[in-house]
């Protein structure tokens, strides 16, 4: 009996090319697609690894072979495949791994309008029919085969985004921009044309074997070239996209880097002024400084798990106008509620450029407390060693407790959350507080449960 649990995860399918998954699997799987999704066309893109393209061809023939027209974009970011499902109307997949290894490929899914596809969302059925027809063979194809056809987005991709926020007006500015040979080399000087830019692009070959470092810049390691660029040339800020470019970090004039919570609370603010009183998704592991500033600028602020698919659906629900996460994903409810990093960079830069600060300035009002940074310990048992952080904080006075997302300890002046990721035995610690000696103290405190 096949079993596709190793590579069909919570939000998407991911897994090493071929010898976890191959072309003749990816066309079982548009065929799935297009059987869950009732789709009689969807739109496909790629990104520019190796097998990005075999991979997407050969699920196109599978949707083709149930009926379904394929409109194939070609080379994308994540958020442009969700622009031409945003704004075509249609079920879409994108062939990615993301900030992932060379080796790695995957496909992300979305109904139409962007919405998510995930376990809960049609994913599971997905992969219930790729194991069944690997075992008796792929149905019959459809009495009428759909039609494969091709068209760039890209233009209208970047128009769409710039009509969003006007930059028209700013001051100039240098911007470094590292695409660690991923798709923000493809996307970025298209979206950048035209604005009052001196663009210093680094790694912007379009290379999936990530020549340089690694396209995950949540790995501090993977900024360093950045954030030597931005010193030596004096440039204004410097932005870093991950692979597939649907994330986007920021560095500061000082190349020091601006946490994503910090980004998270400008955009929120900007957001508030367009759309005032509006509501504003963050996960729980944000700095405190985000539902402070959407409370000082008259928004809702509602606490959300970690993941995609939790903000997406209370963005649809309570109608939010932006929701940001501690990992750089950034949802805009002018993009289909779906994330897109070159949405928040461009926010960036009209924030810094509307006014005369230097971004480290600017972002201090939005960056309040001092953080730990998400921490990993390897455990055996994650649920035994939850039990036993909650023992340890629950009855203590001033301190409460919530398990929204795993377990948060809340005191006057600090937090902390544990979370166990879903793929792999590890506990993620984050903490804040006001100052730094505390967050080192229960930091240090939490880890001693965690690794008792």
Avoid at 311 to 320: L, N, R, S, Y
Avoid at 360 to 373: I, K, N, P, T
Avoid at 433 to 451: C, F, G, H, K, P
Wanted: glycine share 10%; proline share 5%.
């Amino acid at each position: 009996m096949t079993d596709l649990s190793h590579i069909v995860k919570a939000y998407d399918v991911r897994g090493v090319v071929p010898t976890q998954w191959d072309e003749p699997l990816s066309e079982l799987f548009g065929a799935a697609f297009v059987e869950v999704t009732g789709a009689d066309a969807i739109v496909i893109g790629h990104d520019m690894r190796p097998s990005s393209p075999g991979l997407a061809g050969a699920f196109a023939r599978g949707a083709a072979a149930r009926g379904a027209d394929v409109t194939l974009i070609g080379l994308c970011s994540t958020d442009e495949l969700y622009f031409a499902s945003g704004s075509l109307g249609l079920p879409g997949a994108m062939f990615t791994a993301s900030h992932n290894p060379a080796q790695y490929n995957g496909i992300k899914m979305c109904r139409a309008g962007a919405a998510p596809v995930g376990q809960d969302t049609g994913l599971a059925d997905i992969r219930a029919l790729v194991e069944r027809w690997s075992d008796e063979g792929a149905p019959e194809p459809a009495a009428t085969p759909g039609t494969i056809g091709e068209r760039d987005v890209l233009a209208d991709y970047g128009t769409h985004l710039r009509s969003l926020v006007d930059l028209t007006a700013i001051r100039p500015l240098k911007v470094v921009v590292d695409a660690g040979n991923g798709m923000g080399g493809h996307t970025v000087p298209t979206v950048f044309a035209g604005l009052p830019l001196e663009l210093d692009a680094l790694y912007f070959e379009l290379d999936g074997s990530f020549p340089n470092h690694e396209a995950n810049p949540l790995d501090p390691k993977n900024i360093v070239d950045l954030q030597a660029r931005v010193r030596e040339t004096g440039a204004d800020l410097g932005i870093a996209f991950d692979g597939d470019a649907d994330r986007c970090f920021v560095v500061d004039e000082n190349g020091d880097p601006v946490s994503p919570s910090a980004i998270t609370a400008l955009v929120a603010a900007r957001e508030l002024a367009k759309h005032p009183g509006s509501t504003v998704i963050h996960n729980c592991i944000t700095s405190w400084s985000v539902p402070e500033v959407v409370r000082e600028h008259g928004g809702t602020p509602v606490r959300t798990r970690v993941g995609h698919s939790f903000i997406k659906e209370e963005m649809a629900k309570t109608g939010a106008v932006f929701g940001g996460e501690h990992s750089a994903h950034y949802y805009f409810r002018d993009f289909w509620n779906a994330d897109t990093g070159m949405l928040a960079a461009l926010h960036v830069l009209a924030a810094l450029g509307g006014q005369d600060r230097p971004l480290s300035q600017l972002v201090a009002e939005y960056d309040r407390y001092a953080a730990s940074g998400e921490i990993n310990s390897t455990v055996d048992d994650q649920a035994g060693r939850l039990a036993a952080i909650k023992a340890a904080y629950q009855g203590r006075e001033g301190i409460t407790l919530d398990e929204l997302d795993g377990l948060t300890v809340t005191a006057d002046d600090w937090w902390f959350n544990v979370r166990p990721s879903n793929t792999e035995p590890l506990l993620r610690l984050n903490a804040e507080a006001r100052d730094a000696d505390t967050v080192a103290r229960v930091r240090d405190e939490a880890l001693a449960i965690i690794r008792g």
